[in-house]
């Protein structure tokens, strides 16, 4: 079973990063996993920490030669900020009173985070719930796609709406060459650059008000095999993996898959997507074998890829932490009455959530895929791979 466990302090020395069964025999493409970091990195509306960090991948073990090995891939990626922080994150220093934070961010893991362990300083439960860890996921992703490309498995992401700036995406195709370029292009990875016009200046308000503002996601695979997870128990769908993968990352608050919460809105003949057999690979530009006309499912139908492209779609909410005092919180010490205190951050994040949300959505697809052809090495999953009729 393929899994990954992370470690690290948004301010600490660095995130490391363990990948277990992971086969052996993937040629690592070291520059690609770095332009993924990268792209988390940037985007409209992020805060000055991103001008301190150029986040790159260090493998500690599992790669050598070039090539994955079969042992536990571990990797580090340096915090550049440490040098900064290295006083007050000193595994032994004692911490001094005056520097420990009881007044709660709403919106955060603060309260509960800090009530649940019993932490007298807020810090210790901020430093890890921050988002720094979604670095280590982009490179998980990162890894997984380098695997699933052997079998031309590929993935795209765009933001779709920042506040209430929203394209009309629910037919989009984000494999499609211009819309591809339009996200390339885009310091917010829209896919409409009049649209992101109109989002930038939503965000320039937002930071002039010293408020934020989250937006919509979508993401994309394509390429799949009929049959990723399984009906038959309900800790092995696809669509369920997927939701926990996404779910899981800081600020998503959704997460639909096709045409999600708008599935409720239409009737069954007009939101099932019939089912049609191409027996002339020429035929309408498609290959040999099965093929809708709709996507409405996102290519999911009971818990199992169907072979469309998989399309999910999230929410991020507004970044909770705001840079006027808006907010009323307590001190947790005292019970009295306070104002979130403000702390350097994003106005805006939904473009590199975007990144990372594609990461994510890559490592559900990469256990299913290792599930269903398993083995432990590239040539082994190859003649599994290869040895199941496509059609
Ligand atoms: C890429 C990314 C960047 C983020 N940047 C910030 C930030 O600068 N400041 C902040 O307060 N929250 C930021 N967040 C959101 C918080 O990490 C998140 O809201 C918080 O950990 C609480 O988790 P929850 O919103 O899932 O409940 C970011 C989230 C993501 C995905």
New binding site residues.
């Given amino acids: 079973m393929l899994r990954f466990l992370t470690a690290g302090e948004s301010h600490g020395k660095g995130l490391i990063t363990i990948i277990d069964n992971f086969p052996s025999g993937i040629k690592i493409d070291e520059d690609f996993i770095n332009e993924k970091l990268k792209l ?1 990195q940037s985007g409209y509306g ?2 000055a ?1 991103q001008k301190i960090e150029t986040d790159k991948i260090e493998f500690l073990s599992g790669v050598r030669g070039g090539y994955t090995t079969g042992s536990p891939v571990s990797f580090f990626i340096k915090n550049k900020d440490y040098e900064n922080w290295k006083e007050r994150m000193d595994a032994y220093k004692p911490v001094p009173e005056e520097t420990k934070i009881h007044i709660p ?1 709403p ?3 603060d309260f509960a985070g800090s009530l649940k362990y019993g932490l007298d300083d807020i810090r210790n439960v901020l430093e890890r ?3 720094r860890e ?1 670095a280590s996921r982009v490179a998980v992703g990162a890894i997984c796609r380098i695997l699933l490309r052997n079998f031309d498995i590929d993935f795209s992401s765009a933001v779709v709406g920042i506040g209430d700036v929203k394209i009309d995406a629910d037919n989009i195709n984000l494999f499609d060459g211009d819309i591809l370029e339009n996200i390339k292009r885009s310091e917010l990875r829209m896919p409409d650059l009049d649209l992101e016009n109109s989002a930038k200046a939503l965000i320039d308000k937002m930071k002039d008000e010293g408020d ?1 503002i989250g937006g919509l996601i979508t993401a994309q695979v394509k390429n799949l095999p009929v049959g990723l997870g399984s009906f038959t128990q309900w800790d092995e769908k696809l669509d369920g993996h997927i939701a926990m993968s996404l779910m899981s ?5 959704s997460v639909e898959i096709g045409l999600g919460v708008r599935s409720a809105f239409i009737s069954g003949s007009k939101y099932q997507d019939s089912i049609y057999y191409n027996d002339n690979p020429d035929n309408k530009g498609k290959a040999k074998g099965f093929y809708r006309k709709t996507d409405n499912a996102g290519g999911i139908e009971g818990g199992m890829s169907n072979g469309e492209i998989i399309s999910v779609r999230c929410a ?2 507004p ?3 705001l840079m006027k005092p808006y907010l009323d919180t307590v001190d947790l010490n005292t019970g009295s009455p306070q104002k979130a205190f403000l ?4 106005v805006c ?1 939904v473009p ?2 975007s990144i ?1 949300v594609e990461a994510a959505l890559a490592f559900s697809i990469c256990y299913f895929f290792l599930k269903k052809f398993g083995g432990d090495s590239l040539a082994e999953i190859k003649r599994n791979y290869f040895a199941i009729s496509r059609e």
């Fill in positions: 988390r992020r805060g920490r961010r919106g955060h893991a719930s921050s988002a979604t934020t990352i800081q600020a998503i608050k991020m909410k970044i909770p932490t702390e350097r951050s994003d994040a590199a959530a990372v």
